[in-house]
């Protein structure tokens, strides 16, 4: 083994490393930015839980069961009422993750050592929170229990729960709307930001930039089938996901197509952007990946909630296009809410379509500069 | 006579390097025009900013009379271009290729067929291959017909022979005579100097700088020094006793020979001649032919480029 | 009239301590891929000392049978000695005693040339003291030493080729193979890049070198034309061009491309 040649290898690969800043800024960057987002922001465990409370007959023992929560500082009093018909308006718009309902007769029966009921529902549709949000409350409801135990008077709180939107806990549930999100940025995104950048790498970019075709119609032209095959990633997605795993379909299937159409639409500007501001093939696609793939599954809220984040992330929650697809995908099917529910993110979602394409248009100068 | 192309003092920097600079020349319409330098010359710049893909940063240029910057729609309907290094898809076929080059201008193979068949006509029995497993010969043909199929007004070719075999390269020529004796005016750039020939007029082109321009054959008239053609045995020997010769200017190699150029003007070359011979003599190296000749075009393009070796090394252009 | 080169140098028999004091030697060399054959049984010889000149079309096969030559390439058939060792069995000692220049690629454009001497320098195995020496001789040569920390890739192309072959040379191998060293560059530069090859040849290195341009094949001391993976011709220029009745290698090489067999059209 020639020692010399060995050594000059490794400084000559030293050499390499150190003198392309480009890649050295993402390989240095990018394991630190993964230590903050994993060591302080992406958790599992939950900290505002927003509770609606239901109890037709408030008194003291209610009132103390319900001061029990908020002091654990994870759960939060929404809304109140007396009637259980304000629950589901509430969850379906995502606007509670748990409801407390009291029987009319619990704190009557709390004082005569009879069964007093309570019925906890939980917005199951992320199956981890839900299960996480249940442990939570049992907890404190057992320790309230506990509590009145050792003051010596019998008690028996029965708890019966309800899991809204996914009573069997799948997580396939959870993810599969999350997936469609992220096949679909890979089709868009990626695949149109590498065929436009490997049109210029290749040299015939400039044999129809000199031609009587506009920018524009090359670009349309060239993203157009990438539009017909993200669609029919999402049918075909779709179909395993109902056919397979039996993910239910709650809502209306021509609205979650529309969305779907709307959201490819954002990840094709998104990859018509990338392929015009880099320079190779190669940079397109660690561009296209790192800048729609890495926020896609960190920071959309498919696998770390965004009620877990920490208040300065979420910010940059809000322009992942993917965070405001979830919402609406999971809607339609796990909830079967439609638009007047999801009009604002529709509205979102909408407004980041028109926006990126108009640059995307731009972005694609007549010239070589 | 209108000018099919028109340069006025063409400047174009890229960061510090002067891709082109002060660069002026025309051509006529029904021109065969050559523009003759090595890679780095400038060519590939000009040729960016005749076909309107790049904006100049000093002078102007007009094509077919319209201007390159303010017309730039008008002029890429018109002009056939053929990018350095073939531009082709290589998973189409040799038919899907020119079809699709031909939609892209709004017209259709058959409406083209007559003024490229002379060259596809060559390739058509490969109408099926993949232009990726076509020898450089016929992608050249390939990216020519493709440059025709929408009968231009005029061929910009941007290195088309390079990398290519000398018989494709003759072959290329030919057609591109024929092309020209049907009317149309063709720039074509190369770094070969003996493709220079067969053009009606030349710009030489080196460092941005444009050297001359003349018809092929006048390009030696403009060089006033001696110029004697060495040859014997031991090349290399010869080369470097030449070089020890008190009034050598410049010794270079030339294929069988040697060209030397005397640094007095006034000297006959036939005299020149004379003296070499006797100077080999009394060194003892025998037979030793010498005979005045004239300037050709790689001679002219080497004195011009300045018979001192080239300056020292700068960034190279990121576009040559 | 004789118009070689130089001095021709007649097989001496410590040049190479090859078979016959031949530089190269290959007999009934083949290579196929698949059913295709890309050499075709060549045979020819190199002396040692001699500037050899290896002509052909792209895809007449040159490329394949230089891989083969250097060590990259097993043949399929056919025996060759590069430097007196075989290039089935001594591929090794092939590889250290050969110099290497291709245009594709040579030296590394993000290091300084300071720096790409060095490396290739260790990768040859010479002592570090050894190539400081050399690099300052070479700078000096080529004209670079006040280039010596500056990017490759930010020389001129001329200057790149000049250098890469200066650092083939560097361990000063018996032979040295250039795969189209030339191209592109302006016709000063071309020649000086010559006069290095004729200089390294007079120091009685071996030149195998390829090229495109028909009027380097003139400088060589003989040259070998493929035609569909044969050699159509052998010999020196001027035998050639009185063979085929040429003016020209340019013409040699015209008239045997256009009896090609292999049917295309060019």
């Known amino acids: 083994m020639n020692l010399n040649a060995l050594r000059a290898f490794v400084v000559k690969e030293l050499h390499h490393i150190l003198r392309d800043r480009q890649t050295l800024t993402i390989l240095l960057m990018m394991p630190l930015v993964q230590v903050i987002l994993f060591g302080y922001a992406l958790r599992s465990d939950v900290r505002d839980i927003r509770m609606v409370v239901v109890d037709p007959t408030p008194d003291h023992a209610t009132l103390e069961l319900q001061s029990r929560f908020i002091s654990t500082n994870r759960f939060r009093i929404v809304a109140t009422s007396q009637s259980p ?17 009291f029987d009319p007769d619990f704190a009557s029966h709390l004082k005569s050592a009879e069964p007093a009921r309570l019925l906890v529902a939980i917005d199951a ?61 890979l089709v868009s995104a990626l695949m149109t930001a590498i065929s436009l950048s490997r049109e210029k790498e290749r040299g015939t970019m400039e044999v129809l930039l000199v031609s009587p075709l ?73 561009t296209a990946l790192l800048g729609t793939m890495l926020p896609n599954t960190l920071l959309s809220g498919m696998i770390f909630p965004i009620a877990s984040m920490p208040s300065w992330l979420v910010p940059f929650t809000y322009v992942v296009p993917a965070r405001w697809f979830i919402v609406i995908a999971r809607g339609i099917m796990l909830k079967g809410v439609g638009l ?30 | 006579m209108t000018n099919a192309v028109e340069v006025r003092a063409l400047g174009k920097s890229f960061g510090p390097v002067k891709a082109l600079d002060d660069v002026s020349l025309d051509v006529s319409e029904g021109e065969l025009f050559g523009l003759v ?17 790049l904006i100049p940063d000093t002078g102007s240029a007009t094509v077919l009379g319209l201007d390159v910057v303010k017309d730039f729609w008008k002029i890429r309907s018109r002009v056939g271009y053929m990018p350095g290094g073939f531009a082709l898809y290589p998973d189409l076929s040799v038919a899907e290729n020119l079809e699709f080059f031909a939609a892209v201008f709004g017209t259709t193979v058959e409406k ?51 990398g290519v075999d000398a018989v494709s390269r003759r072959e290329f020529w030919d057609q591109l005579g024929n092309l020209k004796a049907s009317g149309l005016t063709i720039v074509v750039s190369t770094p070969y100097m003996d493709e220079a020939l067969r053009c009606d007029r030349v710009a030489l082109i080196h460092g941005g700088k444009i050297l001359e321009v003349d018809p092929p054959h006048s390009i030696g008239a403009r060089y006033t020094l001696p110029l004697v053609a060495v040859r014997g045995a031991n090349r290399f020997e010869l080369l470097q006793s030449l070089r020890k010769f008190p009034h050598a200017r410049a010794v270079y190699l030339f294929g069988d020979e040697l060209h030397y150029t005397d640094r007095r003007s006034d000297a006959s070359p036939e005299a020149v001649a004379a003296e070499l011979r006797e100077y080999f003599a009394s060194r003892g190296q025998e037979d030793v032919e010498t005979r005045p000749i004239a300037a050709g075009i790689e001679d002219s393009f080497m004195e011009l480029m300045g018979s001192a070796p080239p300056p020292p090394p700068r960034p190279t252009a990121t576009a040559a | 009239m004789n118009s070689s080169a130089r001095p021709t140098v007649t097989g001496t028999a410590d040049a190479t301590g090859g078979t016959d004091g031949f530089a190269v030697d290959a007999r009934d060399l083949t290579r196929r891929f698949g059913s295709f054959v890309a050499v ?39 025996v060759a000695h590069v430097a007196g060792f075989d290039i089935r069995t001594q591929r090794d000692r092939i590889r250290r005693n050969i110099g290497y220049m291709s245009q594709r690629f040579s030296l590394y454009a993000d290091l300084t040339v300071r720096e790409n001497i060095r490396l290739y320098g260790g990768i040859y195995g010479l002592a570090p003291e050894h190539i400081a020496k050399r690099t ?50 302006d016709p000063i530069t071309r020649r000086q890049f010559w006069e290095l090859i004729y200089t390294a040849a007079a120091r009685g290195t071996t030149v195998f070198v390829t090229t495109h341009y028909m009027d380097e094949a003139e400088y060589c001391d003989r040259i070998s034309i493929m035609v569909d993976g044969r050699i159509a011709a052998l010999g020196s220029p001027t035998e050639l061009k009185e063979k085929f009745g040429a003016d020209s290698v340019d013409d040699v090489f015209v008239r045997l491309a256009r009896s090609a067999t292999k049917g295309e059209a060019a």
């Open chain 3, 136 to 185: 300052d001789t070479m700078l000096e040569t080529l004209g670079l030493s006040s280039n010596a920390d500056d990017l490759v890739g930010r020389l001129p192309l001329g200057w790149k080729q000049k250098l890469a072959f200066s650092v083939a040379l560097l361990h000063e191998p018996k032979i040295v193979f250039l795969d189209e060293p030339t191209g592109g560059v």
């Open chain 2, 37 to 53: 330098g090595p890679d780095g010359a400038g060519k590939t710049t000009l040729f960016r900013i005749l076909t309107t893909l």
């Open chain 3, 40 to 78: 075709d049984h060549i045979t020819f010889d190199v002396k040692a000392g001699e500037v050899f000149g290896f002509l052909g079309a792209n895809g007449a096969g040159k490329t394949t049978a230089i891989k083969m030559l250097v060590g990259l390439l097993a043949p399929s058939e056919g």
């Open chain 1, 85 to 101: 018909n304000t629950i589901e308006p509430l969850f379906r718009r995502g606007s509670a993750d748990i409801a407390l309902i």
């Open chain 2, 112 to 162: 083209g067929y007559e003024l490229i068949a002379p060259i596809y006509k060559q390739i058509e029995p490969f109408r099926d291959r993949r232009a990726e497993a076509l020898s450089g010969g016929m992608k050249q043909k390939l990216a020519l017909s493709c440059a025709l199929v929408h009968r231009p007004d005029i061929l910009l070719l941007d290195e088309p022979t390079t």
């Open chain 1, 214 to 286: 506009k920018p524009q119609q090359i670009i349309v032209g060239k993203v157009l089938p990438y539009l017909v095959l993200a669609f029919a990633n999402v049918l075909t997605a779709l179909l395993a996901a109902w056919a397979v795993f039996h993910v239910p379909f709650r809502g209306s299937i021509a609205l979650l197509l529309a969305e779907s159409i709307l959201y490819t639409l954002v990840s094709l500007a998104l990859g018509v952007l990338v392929a015009a501001v880099t320079s190779s093939q190669r940079a397109a696609m660690l």
């Open chain 1, 125 to 185: 549709s992320d199956p981890n929170t839900g299960t996480t949000y249940l442990n939570y409350t049992r907890a404190v409801i057992a320790s309230y229990q506990a509590e009145l135990t050792a003051q010596n008077r019998r008690v028996q709180i029965v708890t019966e729960t309800r899991m809204r939107f996914n009573p069997t806990l799948e997580s396939v549930n959870l993810f599969v709307p999350g997936l469609i999100a992220l096949v679909l940025v």
């Open chain 1, 340 to 369: 007047t529910i999801l009009w604002r993110e529709t509205l979102i979602l909408s407004a980041m379509a028109l926006l990126l394409l108009a640059a995307a248009m731009r972005s694609f100068k007549p010239r070589m500069e």
